[in-house]
Nanobody, 126 residues
Framework: QLQLVESGGGSVQPGGSLRLSCAAS????????VGWFRQAPGKEREGVSC???????HYEDSVRGRFTISRDHTKNMVYLQLNSLKPEDTAVYYC????????????????????WGQGTQVTVSS
């Protein structure tokens, strides 16, 4: 069974940091583009950051310079380091994967072939 499981969410104060992890089971991420998406209450889901199998990355404008996506092929995992968090970063963060998509195009348009995790809550408040 193909599965993505996120972890690492939590509650932090503005300016704080979190590291999200996405673990894949049942398939190898080697040939997949993996992305982090988020959805805040009352808002549409948006692509935050994506990385293709060659390490090419894309970041949404509001997180560029604060968030860093990385992947570890040996562990079959993808990470998102969140620094300088702001209240507007509060959302449920989802890990997603799809075969052989460009990082930018995956971030702006996941398809029916996308695999999704269940999400992890990130709350930034004082």
């Amino acid at each position: 069974q193909l599965q993505l499981v996120e972890s690492g969410g939590g509650s932090v104060q503005p300016g704080g940091s979190l590291r999200l992890s996405c673990a894949a089971s049942g398939f190898a991420l080697d040939y997949y583009t993996v992305g982090w998406f988020r959805q805040a209450p009352g808002k549409e889901r948006e692509g935050v950051s994506c990385i293709n199998n060659n390490g090419v990355t894309h970041y949404e404008d509001s997180v560029r310079g604060r968030f860093t996506i990385s992947r570890d092929h040996t562990k079959n995992m993808v990470y998102l380091q969140l620094n300088s968090l702001k209240p507007e970063d509060t959302a449920v963060y989802y890990c997603a994967a799809e075969e052989q998509r460009g990082a930018y195009y995956f971030c702006v348009g996941p398809t029916r072939s996308t695999y999704w995790g269940q999400g992890t809550q990130v709350t930034v408040s004082s």
